[in-house]
Antibody, heavy 121, light 107 residues
Framework: EVQLVQSGADVRKPGESLKISCKGSGYSFTNYWIGWVRQMPGKGLEWMGIIYPGDSDTRYSPAFQGQVTISADKSISTAYLQWSSLKASDTAMYYC??????????????WGQGTLVTVSS | ENVLTQSPGTLSLSPGERATLSCRAN???????LAWYQQKPGQTPRLLIYGASSRATGIPDRFSGSGSGTDFTLTISRLEPEDFAVYYC?????????FGQGTKVEI
């Protein structure tokens, strides 16, 4: 069974750094693109970017390029989303999701449970 | 980027009725790489439809997708109580992949 298990909720202050994780299991981690999706409180889904753990090829939405870093450690089947300096506007639920096939031209077929990030002074 | 606009914003219907949701792109969606997701309050999104018209595994046949190019439709033939949720379209043909803003189907 494919599973994506994300790290727990986190509360940080503005200006702090943060790295959240998404551990994949039940499939070949290196052969599927994984993406990150933001959902701000009461709002819709926003595509942030994707990574191919096999070679760390990464694509970002222009809206998030330079604001976050997506990475992966294939030795432990884990993808990451990190911020170097958080802002209050980063407060949101963040989902990781796996593409349905080995191509990024496929929908997100499996989703993590979400990580709630709260940034407040 | 390919901006997706969903309409209506909210659809107020009763169980047993037919729901028709629209998703319009400002550029043609490459190879009809268009998906629909359902999200219930406090839950993770769930894939319903991919490739504009193919149902994902385990999705009931009351859900159907159609369309091509820039205009796509999700139809729920007879609403069940568990279908009241927010529905999002997404294109995955041209980077950056994008989502529509969502349509809420409410009682």
């Amino acid at each position: 069974e494919v599973q994506l298990v994300q790290s727990g909720a986190d509360v940080r202050k503005p200006g702090e750094s943060l790295k959240i994780s998404c551990k994949g299991s039940g499939y070949s981690f290196t052969n599927y693109w994984i993406g990150w999706v933001r959902q701000m409180p009461g709002k819709g889904l926003e595509w942030m970017g994707i990574i191919y753990p096999g070679d760390s090829d990464t694509r970002y939405s222009p809206a998030f390029q330079g604001q976050v870093t997506i990475s992966a450690d294939k030795s432990i089947s884990t993808a990451y989303l990190q911020w170097s300096s958080l802002k209050a506007s980063d407060t949101a639920m963040y989902y990781c999701a796996r593409h349905g096939s080995g191509s990024y031209h496929s929908p997100f077929s499996h989703w993590g449970q979400g990580t709630l990030v709260t940034v407040s002074s | 980027e390919n901006v997706l606009t969903q309409s209506p914003g909210t659809l107020s219907l009763s169980p047993g009725e037919r729901a028709t949701l629209s998703c319009r792109a400002n550029q043609s969606v490459s190879s009809n790489y268009l998906a629909w997701y359902q999200q219930k309050p406090g839950q993770t999104p769930r894939l319903l439809i991919y490739g504009a018209s193919s149902r994902a595994t385990g999705i009931p046949d009351r859900f159907s997708g159609s369309g091509s190019g820039t205009d796509f439709t999700l139809t729920i033939s007879r609403l069940e109580p568990e279908d009241f949720a927010v529905y999002y379209c997404q294109q995955y043909g041209t980077s950056p992949w994008t989502f529509g803003q969502g349509t809420k189907v409410e009682i």
